[in-house]
């Protein structure tokens, strides 16, 4: 069951106050995506994951809570641009905004994942143009954060894993071999493993669907 509440705050970045819905509960029931999105009912909870402040355009988790650099992040051209961007839905302009403003504050891991759910945003919507976008701009903010130090996943293989069902759902099957290739050549864990090995095949069929961990996980015998 997912609880939700509406709350008051003040944008932190101009003091603005506006109503958001915030999430109390939900759960997460199942195995999540090859690319780690969330099963159950929390996956109807992403378009609440992100708040915009309707005044000055701020895009945060909780716009009680001011990002470095936001308050001029939030006036540059190409800020304004991608939050009013008509081609993606809202949703996905608002998490690549916020993605935006979290590398600027020296957080690219941070900024991957926002990248991540505004892909996520577009899969609900229905917009495959839109989804392979951001799944492609979420590769390069990856390979960013992974340039930087902070790469997604704390094991072995796991940014790999991801980088590989990006790859693939946007039709990039080539890339994604080659991705999980390099990927299967340095250790990792069994689990990390067997999700590279279903990418690569999904990938060599040409399969640009969502496919769950637990098909990786199942005994092929």
């Not at 402040?53 to 939030?74: F, I, N, S």
């Not at 130090?149 to 039709?171: C, S, T």
Request: aromatic share 4%; hydrophobic share 40%; charged share 30%.
């Amino acid at each position: 069951m997912t609880t939700l509440f509406a709350n008051t705050v003040r944008c932190a970045a101009c003091g603005d106050s506006t109503e958001v819905v915030v999430v109390g509960s939900t759960n997460t029931i199942g195995a999540p995506d090859l690319d780690t999105r969330m099963p159950g009912m929390a996956r109807g909870t992403l378009v609440h994951q992100v708040q915009r402040c309707p005044g000055c355009g701020y895009c945060a988790r909780d716009l009680a809570k001011l990002l470095p650099g936001a308050q001029t992040g939030v006036i540059e051209e190409d800020y304004r641009e991608q939050l009013d961007d008509p081609v993606l839905p809202d949703k996905s302009c608002e998490f690549l905004c916020l993605a935006r403003l979290q590398a600027g504050a020296g957080k690219p891991d941070d900024a991957f994942w926002s990248t991540l759910s505004a892909a996520w945003v577009a899969d609900d919507e229905e917009d495959d143009e839109a989804a392979v976008h951001c799944r492609l701009l979420a590769v390069s903010a990856m390979r960013m954060a992974r340039a930087a130090g902070k790469p997604p996943g704390r094991e072995a293989g796991i940014g790999d894993a991801i980088e590989v069902d990006l790859l693939r759902r946007a039709g990039e099957f080539d890339e994604a071999l080659r991705c999980a290739r390099r990927a299967l050549a340095r250790p990792c864990q069994e689990v990390v493993e067997r999700v590279l090995r279903l990418g690569m095949d999904l990938a060599e069929q040409q399969d640009r669907s969502a496919h769950s961990v637990s098909e990786a996980l199942n005994d092929p015998e």
